[in-house]
């Protein structure tokens, strides 16, 4: 486990450098959202079953859903 661990660890952070330089706001909410379940996962490979749901269900759920009705808010994202 310690080997997909440290490869979760360097997808994590390709994720983040990945979110800084987007020029698309639609992108980088779906990376994001993928950061969050990745996350998600690597709690739950801590043993931390309590901060794996919180950070699927807030990280990858709500905060996505509300970026992705914001950005349609403001640019008219097309369905």
């Known amino acids: 486990m310690k080997i997909f661990s440290i490869i979760m660890m360097l ?3 390709g994720a983040s450098i990945a979110v800084s330089m987007m020029k698309n706001l639609l992108s980088t909410i779906i990376i994001f959202m993928v ?4 996350m998600a996962i690597l709690w739950q490979q801590l ?3 309590d ?3 919180t950070e699927a269900a807030v990280g990858a759920g709500i905060t996505t859903l509300l970026f992705v009705l914001t950005l349609k808010k403001i640019r008219g994202v097309k369905k």
């Open 11 to 13: 997808f994590l952070i």
């Open 35 to 38: 950061y969050s379940l990745v």
């Open 47 to 49: 043993n931390a079953p």
């Open 51 to 53: 901060l794996a749901i």
